[in-house]
């Protein structure tokens, strides 16, 4: 999923390069529009608090207390997935307004993906 955000990243301005037919100004707004979605990291905590809110509950007699946080993974892992996959269909559809909408979805995505990993390695 990270090496999926590092090729958006890195074939950024080609694509926008393509979608544009080369308009350096429409190309520098677009450019700019996904510069300040990039500072709009607010929805950071929502992974660890789905995370934490079914965390340490076991559903089962014999069941740890680490099975069940590991458990409480799956929603965090599915949803992180969820969101990859959906940003990755918008990426590839070539249309220019979508773009934006694409933009946030990388956004909550990459913080999802972060959070979600240092949670999971550190219940593992």
């Given amino acids: ?7 958006y990243i890195g074939t950024f301005n080609p694509m926008l390069q393509r979608l544009t037919d080369g308009d350096p100004s429409l190309v520098s707004r677009y450019t700019d529009a996904f510069a300040i979605t990039q500072l709009w990291c607010v929805c950071a905590p929502w992974n660890g608090l789905i995370f934490d809110r079914n965390k340490g509950k076991p559903s089962a007699e014999g069941e740890s207390e680490q099975e069940a946080d590991l458990r409480a993974s799956v929603l965090s892992l599915f949803l992180t997935a969820l969101q990859c996959v959906l940003f990755s269909v918008c990426a590839c559809i ?3 307004p979508l773009q934006y909408f694409t933009f946030v979805l990388e956004v909550i995505n990459r ?10 390695i550190n219940v593992a």
């Avoid at 913080?111 to 999971?120: D, I, K, P």
């Fill in 1 to 7: 999923m990270l090496l999926r955000h590092y090729l």
């Fill in 94 to 96: 070539p249309s220019l």
């Fill in 111 to 120: 913080s999802f993906l972060f959070g979600g990993n240092a949670a999971f």
